[in-house]
């Protein structure tokens, strides 16, 4: 008897996704069918506002696949440059009502979230640790990779609809030949050279995902993707390097960028934790003694004084205006994310933590914006500039940054706790 399942869409993300990448409303019958390959689905639900744009035509198609619609009223923040939505609500009640789902009904064994939303990494851990299968399905090109990486199995949108096309022209064309996934691995890492972007193990296995339409290295018999490129590595086709705290993928001529020595570097100690392993960009929590904020990483202790010196100023000197240029909504959502880090805190984890709210859909902000937000929250005295030891022992004092929890802005967002 086949596993029972339930599959919770966010209809918003992957509409917009497959509008945006692919000129076309989602396919729900695609996404049904793919889903049925894990089991009987004893429960579909799609969340958005209905009555939003193109969303209210979605409805009646929905019900004919069997996919019950839940409406999550959407709200507006005017003011700043421009109109503002805030969507984190659809988000919210697609957690708590799968949360509820996994509660009262135990013999569902696989959930599929159709969804590229980096904010649902805490739900799929969850659904992990109650021993349940978790499939996500969404758009390669706008799903974080993160998201693939924690999830038990990723299916790009793309693959469900060259899987409808092949079916149908199977039967006219003659087999394509399977593509060498070394050499997709190679392609993968050139490609992502070439845009610029960081190798990092996920994004290198979302590029192949996006060359091949989909990809799973236990059809090539790894247990993990970074076995598969160990293997490669092996085999003379990349280079593997442990840099910012993650394992970055490299083309055999290419030179390696070195990180420059500092003094503070030499004396940190080597010892990490297993989150800031995994999430560099939080690297914050660590203290020594309590007193000041512990670099996890060697890269960020040296790299966090220079720039904590410089991009400030630069943004300082942007003409950015807090209140003009953002809305109330943003400006209470970056302050929160930055009450949220151990004070006083590096630039360099100010700046992580606002993009990190970029990266997850809270706030839309481009680098150069985030630096300019930084610089005018110290030119209006929000952030107040203190000198201290990244670490207890450390011989050199470097520059760090400290919310002002006495201004009543400040206050009226975070409160006085």
């Known amino acids: ?141 706008a799903t974080s990779y993160h998201l693939i990486e924690s999830a038990d199995e990723f299916i790009s949108y793309a693959s469900l609809l060259e899987e409808e096309r ?31 972007k960081t190798r990092v193990l996920g994004q290198v296995k979302q590029q192949m995902i996006v060359q091949l339409g989909s990809f799973d290295e236990r059809n090539e018999g790894f247990k993990k993707f970074k076995d598969f490129v160990v293997e490669a590595e092996r085999r003379g086709l990349v280079n593997t390097v442990d840099q910012d705290l993650e394992l970055q993928v490299y083309l055999p001529d290419e030179k390696v960028p070195e990180a420059p020595e500092s003094d503070l570097a030499a004396e940190e100690p080597r010892q990490r934790g297993e989150e800031a392993a995994r999430e560099p960009a939080r690297a914050n929590d ?31 000197q942007a003409g950015f205006d807090l209140a003009e240029d953002l809305t109330p909504y943003e400006f209470g959502t970056i302050t929160r994310g930055v009450a949220r880090l151990r004070q006083p805190a590096s630039y360099v984890e100010i700046f992580g933590s606002i993009r990190e709210l970029d990266e997850r859909g809270e706030l839309e902000l481009s680098q150069e914006e985030i630096r300019e937000v930084i610089g005018a929250m110290l030119e209006t005295g929000f952030l107040k500039k203190e000198r201290a030891k990244p670490y207890e022992k450390a011989k050199a004092s470097g520059t760090f940054y400290a919310l002002d929890r006495d201004r009543d802005e400040i206050r009226g967002v975070i409160g006085t706790s």
């Open 166 to 196: 092949a079916a149908r022209a199977r039967e006219r064309e003659p087999k394509k030949k399977v593509s060498d996934p070394y050499g997709e691995l190679v392609r993968a890492v050139e490609a992502l050279k070439k845009g610029g």
């Open 286 to 316: 660590g203290r020594a003694n309590g007193d000041r904020p512990r670099r996890d990483g060697a890269a960020e202790a040296e790299t966090a004084p220079q720039e904590a010196e410089e991009a400030p100023v630069a943004a300082e």
């Open 1 to 141: 008897m086949p596993e029972d399942l339930a599959v919770f869409i966010d209809w918003e993300n992957i509409y917009i996704s497959t509008v945006t990448e692919y000129g076309a409303k989602p396919n729900v019958s695609a996404i049904l069918e793919k889903s049925r390959e894990y089991g009987r689905v004893v429960s579909a639900t799609a969340y958005a506002d209905w009555t939003d744009g193109d969303f209210r035509q979605a409805p009646p198609t929905l019900y004919s696949n069997g996919i019950s619609p839940r409406y999550i009223s959407a709200r507006y923040f005017p003011g700043g440059r421009s109109q503002k939505r805030r969507t984190n609500s659809i988000d919210v009640m697609l957690a708590v009502e799968c949360s509820d789902f996994l509660h009262y009904h135990p013999q569902v064994d696989t959930y599929v979230l159709v969804t590229g939303d980096g904010d649902f990494i805490p739900l799929v851990s969850l659904l992990r640790s109650r021993g349940k299968n978790v499939v996500v399905i969404g758009v390669s090109e």
